[in-house]
């Protein structure tokens, strides 16, 4: 008799966009799990984008030694601009990038998504895919210091920790707004999204997460990707009803969730649907919050 799926019978609520949403729901699905996909927060690029294209244009002409992305948006940021600047055709690879100008990349899905947009990625971090993973695990002969220049387009609520980071080595970051998180749906004229197919369509929208907030309603867990999407669940749904679970994703997102009283059943080490996916079988196994 086949064994049963870790996951069996049970469903878990997914809140973030809908293009990033699909390997998640295949992941769990394979382990025997429904998905109810909730998309809480969008991507915007800026309403003033100058900073970011002065940046590109400085980019495709060399003028920067690094390359910093801490993100997959950012990169569908500088695509979106660097077609409308018209230093790429239809949002093609390769970026605009100066073949000398090395990449620093959050993770592996940012150096995948940092490859097709034909970069090569010079420093990636093993372990700890965050801003502090990064600095932790860079290479010391590769760091950034000494006057060095090093581009770092992201999200308008980024963390300084990169920044101040490279500037205590004695690099000089330029930072610039790529997108804007904000709530969904995001406005069609200024939405960034992934241009590929296989989009899943949302089960159920904001205003409904009241009504299914809890385990009677047949949701087991509520899956967190940042601590943006916590902050917008909570203003959404309210307090947590006992027994139902949190799993985060990295140290940032778990903190959010205990600075709001929801002390999540396990953390995913890994930023990926597999390392979610895991997290949520450790919990049920009782292996802690740390998932370790």
Partial sequence: MPERPPLAGRTALLLRSADRAAPTIAELAARGAATLLCPVIDFELPEDTGALDDGIRRLADGGFDWLVVTSRTTLLALSHRAVALGLMTDGQAPL????????????????????????????????????????????HELRPAGGTTAFMPQADIASPTLARGLRAWGADPVVATAYRTVDAPARPDRVLRAPH????????????????????????????????????????????????????????????????GWEPAATATMPTPAGLADAWERALHGAGPAGG
Wanted: hydrophobic share 45%; aromatic share 2%.
């Fill in 96 to 139: 605009p990038v100066a073949t000398d100008t090395r990449v620093a990349v959050v993770g592996e899905a940012t150096a995948a998504a940092s490859a097709a947009a034909g970069l090569r990625v010079d420093v990636v971090p093993a372990h700890d895919h965050s801003a502090r993973g990064m600095l932790a695990e860079w290479p």
């Fill in 197 to 260: 197919g296989g989009t899943p369509e949302p089960d159920l929208v904001p205003a409904d997460l009241a009504a299914a907030h809890g385990a009677p309603q047949g949701i087991d867990v509520v899956l967190f990707t940042s601590p943006s999407i916590v902050r917008r669940y909570l203003a959404l749904a309210g307090p947590p009803p006992p027994g139902l679970m949190a799993i985060a994703i990295g140290d940032p997102t778990a903190t959010e969730l205990h600075d709001h």
